[in-house]
């Protein structure tokens, strides 16, 4: 029998969940789960920050797309999809840091193969703002090293 185990993505699923209002079956999401804690919304986001830092240079698009996630669903308390975060993170983004955003949004659209090479210092330059950004929203050190 499986032992008990900890699913920090419990509490973003069941803000989508209950975000998107529609059941397959059965009464609406919102007649049987309680909304989540706002709390429990923002270290459900802040703990996969390490992990995301792990996977920058083998999962370019998804990473940055992921934190532009986090920050915007920081931000505004909703969750968007990974193509409308990037486009609310661009509006707010220092020219310097649109490029690899830009890309990751394309490639996640289909309009452009993926490629990171020529951006490769953009990238990480791009990631240490974004992550200052979500340690100025969320007052956490989370995923910070220094």
């Known amino acids: 029998m499986p032992g008990a185990e900890s699913c920090p993505d419990l509490a973003v699923l069941i803000t989508m ?3 998107g209002g529609s059941s397959v079956f059965g009464p609406a999401a919102g ?10 919304l923002r270290a459900a986001l802040l703990d996969g920050v390490p992990g ?16 532009a996630r986090i920050w915007s669903t920081l931000v505004t308390g909703r969750i968007w999809s990974k193509d409308e975060a990037a ?13 690899v955003l830009v890309r990751a949004r394309s490639i996640y659209l289909g309009l452009e193969d993926e490629r ?12 240490g703002y974004v992550r200052r950004q979500i340690q100025a929203v969320s007052g956490s050190g989370v995923g910070y090293s220094g």
């Not at 007649?31 to 429990?40: F, G, H, K, S, T």
């Not at 830092?53 to 990473?63: F, I, P």
């Not at 486009?87 to 490029?99: K, T």
Request: proline content about 6%; overall charge negative; aromatic content about 8%.
């Open 17 to 19: 969940v209950l975000m």
């Open 31 to 40: 007649e049987v789960l309680e909304p989540v804690p706002r709390e429990d």
């Open 52 to 67: 995301l830092l792990g996977e920058v240079e083998t999962d370019t698009r998804n990473v940055l797309l992921t934190f």
């Open 87 to 99: 486009s609310w993170a661009l509006a707010r983004l220092p020219v310097e840091h649109r490029a």
């Open 116 to 127: 990171w090479d020529d951006l490769q210092d953009a990238v990480w330059e791009h990631v």
